[in-house]
Each structure stands twice: as structure tokens, then as C-alpha cells.
């Protein structure tokens, strides 16, 4: 199992250290703020293993790459929140049939997030599309601002120190 996990992060960091090489820890954020704020399905998780990683061997310093990372996934879902606050759920009710949402439908996530919006907003962050698509639903569905942007900003900071952190203390283990 440990080979297995070993094996997988050393292909992340095969996928993301070539950009970090040659943008650095810009590139990490544009692409973290990015993912995080829903607008592509970045690869988040190689990004922030390749700089946990890369910090590991010295070329980027980890007290700057971990909170910088932090920072950036939490903005990201900040601005998606904005985003569905504003527009998510006039949006939904009107092209939301174009993508095969129904207004019933709507009105369940509303519900949904009404009730569990904070264990989602959690959680979401380590579940590839929700972590890049829970702001939206969030500020559609009218979660407060505060109660997401808490959730949201301790969801990063688990995330990225699990992935980041994980890849760090792990490098000298890693295959490659």
C-alpha cells in the first residue's frame, strides 16, 4: 500500500515539477487560486505535492510554499463563493435546464447545503470536482459568508498540509 502511495505521488510530481522549475511559486498559486475558484479542473493535488516535494530538495523554501498554498486554495474557493452569491442561484434556475439541472434539483442542493454546508465545505476540498465547485454551490445555496469562509479556510490548510506536508516529509521516500 505505502509502495502504491509512494508510486502515485511520484508521478504528481513527474506532471507538476516542470512547471514549478520554470514558472516557480507564481505558477503555484495562479494554478491553486484557479482550481480552487472552479474556473478549470486544475491539477491541484500535483501542484502542491510537486512544491511540497521540490521544497523538500531545497529548491523553494516550505515555509513560504505551505502557507502561500494555503492562501491560494483559500482565496480561490472565497471567489467562487462570490460568484455563486451573486449569480449561482438566478443562474441555476434559468440555464441550469441547458446542462440538465432541473429548478427540483436546485432547490435539493439548496436544502442540502442548508443543513451540511459546513461538513461539506470541509470535506469537499479533498474530493475531486466538489473542491472546485463547493464555493459556488455554497454562495448559491445562500451558506453565510462567514460559516464558509471558516469551513473553507480550515478545509485548505488540512489540504494542503496533507498533500504538501505529506510530500515534504515524505520526499526522501518518494521514487524519483
Known amino acids: 500500500m505505502l509502495h502504491w502511495f509512494l508510486t502515485t505521488l511520484a508521478a504528481l510530481i513527474h ?28 491539477p491541484g493535488e500535483a501542484m502542491i505535492v510537486a512544491a511540497g516535494f521540490l521544497a523538500a530538495k531545497g529548491l523553494f523554501p516550505v515555509w513560504v510554499v505551505l502557507p502561500l498554498a494555503m492562501v491560494a486554495a483559500t482565496l480561490g ?27 427540483p434539483m436546485v432547490d435539493k442542493v439548496h436544502t442540502f447545503f442548508c443543513r451540511f454546508g459546513a461538513p461539506v465545505v470541509l470535506v469537499g476540498r479533498f474530493i475531486v470536482p466538489l473542491r472546485q465547485l463547493q464555493g459556488y454551490m455554497a454562495g448559491a445555496s445562500e451558506m453565510g459568508f462567514r460559516a464558509f469562509a471558516i469551513w473553507s479556510a480550515i478545509g485548505a490548510v488540512l489540504w494542503v498540509a496533507a498533500w504538501g506536508g505529506g510530500a515534504f516529509l515524505l520526499a526522501e521516500r518518494i521514487p524519483v
Not at 506532471?15 to 482550481?35: D, R
Not at 474557493?77 to 441547458?98: E, S, V
Open 77 to 103: 474557493g472565497y471567489a467562487a463563493y462570490g460568484l455563486g452569491d451573486r449569480y449561482g442561484h438566478k443562474a441555476l434556475l434559468r440555464y441550469g435546464c441547458y446542462v440538465g439541472i432541473k429548478p
Open 15 to 42: 506532471a507538476a515539477s516542470p512547471i514549478l522549475k520554470a514558472y516557480g511559486l507564481p505558477a503555484m498559486f495562479a494554478l491553486l487560486f484557479v482550481e480552487s475558484a472552479g474556473v478549470v479542473f486544475a
